[in-house]
Antibody, heavy 125, light 106 residues
């Protein structure tokens, strides 16, 4: 059974760094075709893809946010960490991590078949 | 960047109705398209991937079709648990989501 769980601060101040941890089980992040990704949803708005790390440590980012994002993986702990620099109230929302099953064995793109429950992050002074 | 446009943005329907939600990509994406169901306070759930492949455990009343730029999600007979927001997502570019379609009870 695949499970994912997000952890992070509930409240941050503007300009601070947001650090989110996704702890997962039931799959190996080093298996070809398996990736872990982050998605967020601001209150009342649509889902937004943020970043992804693939089985070979390849890292991919939303172009509009990539200057602020860093994704990393600790396979020994079954964890993926997302850092977002210089947060703003517009970054308020629920952050989800999810497993991605890729469409091919040589490309990172695919569908998100298992999700964590999400963690709500509020940015406010 | 690929833009994904869903329509309608909201839809009122009754239990038992057949409904269709559409999703248009700003450029061709073959069949690299997934559909998700999202309820308030819950994680999104994968319904369909590859434009038309039903994810394991998803009821057969859900179906998807399309290729290139135009896609559709159909629910053949709405059940009370289907009232939610639905999102399409392309997996050809940067995993862009559509703006969502909120399905409400009439």
């Amino acid at each position: 059974q695949v499970t994912l769980r997000e952890n992070g601060p509930a409240l941050l101040k503007p300009t601070q760094i947001l650090t989110l941890t996704c702890t997962f089980s039931g799959f190996s992040p080093n298996t070809r075709g398996m990736c872990v990704t982050w998605v967020r949803q601001p209150p009342g708005k649509a889902l937004e893809w943020l970043a992804l790390i693939d089985w070979g440590e390849g890292k991919f980012y939303n172009p509009s946010l990539m200057s602020r994002l860093t994704i990393s993986k600790d396979s020994s702990k079954n964890q993926v960490v997302l850092r977002m620099a210089n947060v703003d109230p517009a970054d308020t929302g629920t952050y989800f991590c999810a497993r991605v099953r890729t469409q091919t064995d040589y490309d990172w793109r695919g569908y998100l078949d298992s999700w964590g429950q999400g963690t709500l992050v509020t940015v406010s002074s | 960047d690929i833009q994904m446009t869903q329509s309608p943005s909201s839809l009122s329907a009754s239990v038992g109705d057949r409904i269709t939600i559409t999703c248009r990509a700003s450029q061709g994406i073959a069949t690299y398209l997934s559909w998700y169901q999202k309820k308030p306070g819950s994680a999104p759930k994968l319904l369909i991937y590859g434009a038309s492949t039903l994810h394991s455990g998803v009821p057969s009343r859900f179906s998807g079709r399309g290729s290139g730029t135009d896609f559709a999600l159909t629910i053949s007979s709405l059940q009370p648990e289907d009232f939610a927001t639905y999102y399409c997502q392309e997996s050809y570019g940067f995993l862009t989501f559509g703006g969502g379609t909120k399905l409400e009870i009439k």
